[in-house]
């Protein structure tokens, strides 16, 4: 992955917090919406009628008005509680999910790197005891160890790059 798409997530995640964020402290600041009645004239005649205290809200007490402010708290709060969930879920999607990926190509590549040093010892040894390749049974523990060689080289050759195509495989996909 390169920089500008894993910029470009993690400016998204950031983005979407700091929005959370944002959301909670006006919703905190905020005048009570419970104040502002919009209760038709005639349902309010009838509330009167049945019940003197709701034509004046001062007179219900401040017992009342306190309930209905917590009440109004309390959903505000769950609602930035639901909100700051779903950013920080978004965030650890837009943040660990590259993070894996590319950890996952470097672990790769790094084992590639080992195998290919492996690999070269192997060469290194098959170029010294390539003399033992036509020495027949005069030098029978050269010629065993030659192949063992052979068998590493391409044993090792082959993990790596498998590896480093594994690696671009993973690296490219989405």
Aim: glycine residues 10%; proline residues 3%; charged residues 20%.
């Amino acid at each position: 992955m390169d920089r500008v798409r894993f910029g470009r997530a993690l400016g998204f995640g950031a983005r979407q917090a700091m929005k959370t964020l944002v959301t909670a402290v006006d919703a905190a600041t905020a005048e009570n919406p419970s104040a502002k009645r919009t209760i038709s004239s005639s349902a309010q005649s009838a509330k009167t009628s049945a019940n003197p205290t709701m034509a004046n809200p001062s007179a219900a007490g401040p017992g009342r008005s306190a309930v209905q402010t917590a009440a109004k708290t309390v959903v505000q709060a769950r609602e930035v509680q639901k909100g700051l969930k779903r950013g920080s879920r978004q965030f650890g999607a837009a943040v660990w999910r590259p993070f894996v990926r590319l950890s996952g190509v470097l672990w790769l590549e790094v084992s590639g790197v080992f195998f290919g040093l492996f690999a070269l010892i192997a060469l290194g040894y098959l170029w010294k005891l390539r003399g033992a390749w036509h020495g027949g049974a005069a030098n029978a523990a050269n010629h065993r160890s030659l192949m063992g060689a052979v068998a590493m080289l391409v044993l090792f050759g082959y993990f790596c790059v498998s590896n480093f195509v594994r690696a671009r495989r993973r690296e490219r996909q989405r």
